[in-house]
């Protein structure tokens, strides 16, 4: 089955820094990557996702970047504000069959300093 | 709409009880799932439907059953509650299409004694 891993597992930035979350995933025939948000005792919500036709997606201060033959995906958050403070969580998924179930990394835990 | 919602949102148990963890959700999604969310490993997928009638087995499936009778709801038992099971519940759903957004529910946060 499909493996993501995720790295670093805490990343802490000052306030108008940018930060940088990757994952990277096993199953050649992944082709949804979503990533989610995640605040204390919340649930988890979708923040920006890619297909794998395309190598990057942009929406405002996030960015996400994926590299098929590398297997691996990256979020890019510009100009961190302290409400970008939260878990973030990358997924993978063959998002064209029936099944289309996720599976997830472990999780980054992003603290900005203001 | 009310979106996914899932009951009870706190719940202790004794090891060896059984319970239901109840999700629904309103918007006519043909996709819905059960995850587990345990601290430093993501979440990980317990069970899953892709309609009404039709269930299959996710990564971690023992020690809990789901049956999917209607469109909107999607319960997860747990037959014989044990401590390993102590964790917080997520339920999903999504529209039939592919790479659609799965939507979650609040959770349920359960301990097993």
């Known amino acids: 089955g499909e493996n993501v891993e995720q790295h670093p597992s805490t990343l802490s930035v000052q306030e108008g820094d940018s930060a940088v979350i990757k994952c990277t995933y096993s199953?050649?025939?992944?082709?949804?990557f979503p990533w989610y948000k995640q605040e204390l005792g919340k649930r988890p919500q979708l923040i920006i996702d890619?297909?794998?036709?395309?190598g990057e997606k942009k929406d405002q201060r996030i960015a996400v970047t994926l590299n098929k033959t590398a297997k691996h995906f990256s979020l890019h958050i510009t100009e961190t504000q302290p409400e970008d403070s939260a878990v973030y969580f990358c997924?993978?998924?063959?998002?064209?069959?029936?099944?289309?179930?996720?599976?997830f990394g472990s999780g980054t835990r992003l603290q900005v300093q203001p | 709409n009310a979106g996914v919602t899932q009951t009870p949102k706190f719940q202790v148990l004794k090891t060896g009880q059984s319970m239901t963890l109840q999700c629904a959700q309103d918007?006519?999604?043909?996709?819905m799932s059960w995850y587990r969310q345990d601290p430093g490993m993501g979440l990980r997928l317990i069970h899953y439907?892709?309609?009404?009638?039709?269930?299959d087995q996710g990564e971690v499936p023992n020690g809990y059953n789901v049956s999917r009778s209607t469109t909107e709801d999607f319960p997860l038992r747990l037959l014989s509650a044990a401590p390993s099971q102590t964790s917080v519940y997520f339920c999903?759903?999504?529209?039939?299409?592919?790479?659609?957004?799965?939507?979650f529910g609040p959770g349920t946060r359960l301990t097993v004694l």
């Open positions: 999903a759903s999504s529209q039939g299409r592919s790479y659609n957004e799965q939507f």
């Open positions: 199953d050649s025939a992944s082709n949804y």
């Open positions: 890619i297909r794998s036709n395309v």
């Open positions: 997924a993978a998924s063959r998002g064209d069959t029936g099944r289309r179930a996720l599976t």
């Open positions: 918007m006519n999604h043909e996709y």
């Open positions: 439907s892709v309609g009404a009638g039709i269930t």
